[in-house]
């Protein structure tokens, strides 16, 4: 049996051993450090490659974000920037505005809000002067303020942007 298994060793030292010492240890070192350099070199490769891949998306976001602010924003914004190059008291209401006994402070308000105005009223009594009116939304601010002061007997100025309502009108006179 000794025998048997030292002959198995002698077959299996014989098998490991390369012809013409082509995979000795010597020559063998080399070729294991010129397989690590290549594989050292892939990695860098690959790193370089998601490096530059990420510099692209973060270029490739910023552009969009720069685009979009630049040129689709204002696009969107523009009808908005067209009101503002119309005087305010040229625009016209969209619907119908009705009040029913309401003070003339709201509808101070809400012409305010509706025409981005500024309108005031000198008088505290005036504020809850109660007025009922329908305007049908083809009316501008001028014809508005207009018929209110018509109807209401109040006089109406233009201070630069502001506009002030006070107690006048042919009644009040004298």
Not at 64 to 70: K, L, N, Q, R, V
Not at 71 to 98: F, H
Not at 114 to 142: P, V
């Amino acid at each position: 049996m000794e025998t048997m298994n030292e002959e198995i060793l002698v077959l299996l030292a014989r098998s490991t051993r390369s012809p013409h010492g082509k995979y000795t240890k010597e020559n063998t070192w080399p070729l294991l450090e010129r397989r690590l350099r290549e594989q050292t070199s892939r990695l860098r490769w690959r790193w370089l490659q998601r490096a530059a891949a990420s510099v692209a998306v973060i270029l490739m976001f910023v552009v969009g974000w720069a685009m979009y602010t630049t040129l689709i924003k204002p696009a969107l914004i523009k009808p908005a920037a067209s009101t503002e190059e119309t005087p305010v008291q040229q625009l016209q209401i969209r619907g119908a505005m009705t009040f029913q006994q309401v003070p003339l402070q709201q509808i101070v308000d809400e012409l305010n809000q509706t025409f981005a105005s500024d309108i005031r009223i000198a008088d505290e009594a005036l504020k809850d002067y109660r007025i009922t009116a329908t305007f049908e939304g083809e009316e501008t601010l001028d014809t508005i303020l207009d018929l209110l002061q018509r109807v209401a007997s109040l006089q109406i100025e233009h201070q630069g942007q502001t506009i002030i309502i006070k107690k006048g009108g042919a009644a009040d006179e004298g």
